[in-house]
Every structure is written in structure tokens, then in C-alpha cells.
């Protein structure tokens, strides 16, 4: 069973960008969906962004998307989020999230997942904190 590590959250103006790294402790990595969630102040935990295992596709929530890009570096285990443009709704504590391994090419190119039911491995979770 993998474990899954955030890091680089924290407290940043608004407009200003802030980048999540995930950590994962699992030789098949590179076989696994990976997500973005986060849970805002008495909110529901939501869907932010996914990524293929390969890399090659990748999904975003529209509250994010062009503001927010997924990323993996499959040869070192890490999970990234780059977020630009921030705002107060961004504050939330933010989850990784790994999805059962993938085995054909197809699903390796092409498998991005945005339900939090898909999902088996989560981490912790790590506080973004937009400011005004």
C-alpha cells in the first residue's frame, strides 16, 4: 500500500501562485491515476484536477482550469499541482490522491478519474490559505 505525502502549502496573497508536491511511496507509481481534491471551510471535499498515469492526459474541475495545471515526474514519485492567480475560494486544505494501478496502454495514456469513490490511497491533506 502506498503512502502519499503533500507538502508546499500555506498562506499566500491573492493573484499570487503556489505549488503542491505529492509524495508517493510506491515502485508502481507510474501505473497509477492521480488526483487533486480539496475541502474548503464547511464544504464537501471536491474534485480539483487528474492526471494519466502517463502523464499524457489530464482533467481539471472548471473552477480551476486555466488557472491550475497537474503535473507527475514518474521517475522520481512525485505529484504536482502549480496553482496561478489564486483566490479566496482556493482556500481549502488541499488532498492527493492515488487511484488503483492501470495495466493496458490504453488505460495508462488515457485514464483520469474525477470521482473520490475511484480513489484508493489518500494523503493527508495540506492548508492553502489565500489571503486579501
Known amino acids: 500500500q502506498g503512502r502519499l505525502v503533500e507538502s508546499g502549502g500555506g498562506l499566500v496573497q491573492a493573484g499570487n501562485s503556489l505549488t503542491l508536491s505529492c509524495k508517493v511511496s510506491d515502485r508502481s507509481f507510474s501505473s497509477h491515476p492521480m488526483g487533486w481534491f480539496r475541502q474548503g471551510p464547511g464544504k464537501e471535499r471536491e474534485f480539483v484536477a487528474a492526471?494519466?498515469?502517463?502523464?499524457?492526459?489530464?482533467i481539471y474541475s472548471d473552477s480551476v482550469k486555466g488557472r491550475f495545471t497537474i503535473s507527475r515526474e514518474n521517475i522520481k514519485n512525485l505529484l504536482y499541482l502549480q496553482m496561478n492567480n489564486l483566490n479566496l475560494e482556493d482556500t481549502a486544505v488541499y488532498f492527493c490522491a492515488a487511484s488503483r494501478s492501470m495495466t493496458t496502454i490504453t488505460e495508462l495514456r488515457n485514464t483520469a478519474r474525477k470521482a473520490p469513490s475511484e480513489y484508493e490511497y489518500w494523503g493527508r491533506g495540506n492548508q492553502v490559505t489565500v489571503s486579501s
Open positions: 492526471i494519466s498515469p502517463s502523464g499524457l492526459r489530464e
